[in-house]
Every structure is written in structure tokens, then in C-alpha cells.
Nanobody
């Protein structure tokens, strides 16, 4: 099973980015998808979750109203639309697919918010 991430980059405060994650070698539609991030010198923190069917979504408080998590089970992809970005959103973002004991991670993608 492989999760391949794309997207990310450098953006000015107030800008938008949409990192994506593509799954290979698994029945993607049976996995919940999570996004995490890790800023320099900090612990990895959970950002958002979407259940396997997409019927339940939850966000950490600091991104509510700015970030939106998506998934397309037909294509085996997930993404995180990030709007009104702030410098404190700067981190490496990781997608994660989880089901029972199965737990897979993408390689991470750098998001830098700076003027």
C-alpha cells in the first residue's frame, strides 16, 4: 500500500493551497483519511478526518472555517483545501489512511506561509 502526496508549496498569508494524496494497492473506500501536520520543533498534530464514506468530517479548532477535507473514492484520492493560510500553518503535511490495525502514511509535503 502506498500513499503518494502532491501539492503544497510557498504561499503568502491569506493565500490558498490544496495538497493531495493518492492511494495505491488498497481498497481506499474502506479507509478513513486523516491529515496531520508537523511544524519545525513541534510534535505532529492532527488536522482533519473524513470517514470512509465521507459521511462524517471533523477538524481541529485552529483550522475550522478555513480548511476543507475532500475524498474521491472512485479515484482513490483525498485532498485538503486550505484557505486564508496563516504563517502558523507552516508545516509538513501528511495524509494518513487508517482502518482497524492498518495504518498508512504519505511521504509528507511542505507548506510554507510567508510574505
Amino acid at each position: 500500500v502506498q500513499l503518494v502526496q502532491s501539492g503544497g508549496g510557498l504561499v503568502q498569508p491569506g493565500g490558498s493551497l490544496r495538497p493531495c494524496c493518492a492511494a495505491f494497492g488498497c481498497t481506499f473506500s474502506s479507509y478513513a483519511v486523516n491529515w496531520y501536520r508537523q511544524a519545525p520543533g513541534k510534535e505532529r498534530e492532527w488536522v482533519a478526518t473524513i470517514t470512509s464514506s465521507g459521511g462524517f468530517i471533523i477538524y481541529t479548532d485552529s483550522v475550522k472555517g478555513r480548511f476543507t477535507i475532500f475524498r474521491d473514492n472512485g479515484k482513490g484520492t483525498a485532498s485538503l483545501q486550505m484557505n486564508r493560510l496563516k504563517p502558523e500553518d507552516t508545516a509538513v503535511y501528511y495524509c494518513n489512511a487508517r482502518k482497524a490495525r492498518d495504518n498508512y502514511w504519505g511521504q509528507g509535503t511542505q507548506v510554507t506561509v510567508s510574505s
